[in-house]
């Protein structure tokens, strides 16, 4: 475990957030804050939106209100970013291409291309940010990020109808990891998985935010995972979040879905199967 990150060193705020969909209210007055250097799993029961508030942070859905603080950047909010810098298309934010650079996305399912093979993937963000970069370093750079996420060397020319669900999610965080990026999204990373490949990954992701010195946001449903490598824990219900902590304090907060969460039965085999 990593020295105890404190809320003063927060590289992602988010501040009294608001998402509907018409008349649908998804968050009310949300706040959220991740400490640099921590791995914080974001949880909740169906239909909570911890994936929509995902896509509000990294700007593919646009918040009805509220504030969004990344790397100390204002991304969104009254004092972002003026309107004419936005975008006004669909719901989709502007967030500084700079910002981005910074942070990789691991999506359900990992979202690869599928005409492209695993190296092509990976070297689409690079081309985008380095169209100076030759072939040849571009191919580099691949193999090593193919490396880095536990892949064999020979799947970096693999198509992803090609790889089973467990090689398809490391491909994808290989691609997330192409820009060696300071911030982590991990979007149900270990969902599919068999429990030998969910904490094979889990290992995994640990040992990539120490040694990359990444900080990681992490939406999963797996207790298995937040008790392994989770360092807080935030929980999404009745439109915001209601509590985040550690696990241990989360057992001593008093609210419905928590106890039963943590303390049914699955719960309480991850607990056991933690000590």
Same mark, same amino acid.
């Given at each position: ?9 927060? /590289? ?15 968050? #009310?007055?949300? #706040? ?17 939106? *911890? ?10 859905? *646009? ?6 603080? /990344? ?17 006004? /298309?669909? =719901? ?7 910002? =981005? ?16 093979t ?6 689409v963000?690079? =081309? ?31 198509y ?14 290989? =691609?997330?990891?192409?820009?060696d990026?300071?911030?982590?999204f ?44 989770? #360092? ?5 219900? #009745?439109?915001?979040?209601?509590? /985040? ?11 419905p ?17 933690? *000590?």
């Amino acid at each position: 475990m990593n020295n105890k990150p404190h809320d003063g060193d927060a /590289i992602l705020r988010v501040e009294g957030l608001n998402n509907s969909f018409g008349s649908q209210v998804i968050h #009310d007055n949300l #706040d959220l804050k991740l400490r640099r250097g921590e791995i914080l799993g974001v949880v909740g029961g169906s239909g909570t939106g *911890k994936s929509v508030l995902m896509r509000s942070i990294i700007g593919l859905q *646009k918040a009805t209100h509220g504030n969004i603080h /990344i790397f100390d950047n204002h991304v969104f909010g009254e004092d972002a970013p003026s309107s004419d810098q936005r975008s006004n /298309i669909g =719901r989709v934010n502007y967030i500084d291409s700079e910002i =981005r650079r910074k942070w990789g996305v691991l999506f359900q399912g990992g979202a690869l291309f599928s005409t492209l093979t695993v190296a092509e993937n990976i070297q689409v963000p690079l =081309r985008e940010y380095y169209p100076h970069f030759s072939q040849c370093l571009l191919e580099e750079i691949a193999a090593y990020k193919v490396r880095l996420s536990g892949l064999p060397s020979n799947a970096a020319a693999k198509y992803p109808s090609e790889l089973s669900g467990g090689m398809k999610k490391r491909a994808g965080l290989a =691609r997330a990891l192409a820009l060696d990026p300071e911030l982590l999204f991990l979007d149900e990373p270990t969902a599919g998985l068999d429990p030998i490949g969910a904490a094979q990954f889990d290992n995994l992701i640990r040992e990539l935010q120490t040694a990359l010195g990444l900080s990681v946001f992490l939406i999963t449903h797996d207790l298995d995972t937040l008790y392994a490598i989770c #360092d807080r824990i935030a929980v999404l219900a #009745d439109k915001h979040v209601v509590a /985040i902590g550690t696990i241990d304090e989360l057992l001593a907060y008093d609210h419905p879905w928590i106890n039963e969460y943590f303390l049914g039965p699955r719960g309480r085999a991850a607990n056991n199967a933690g *000590k």
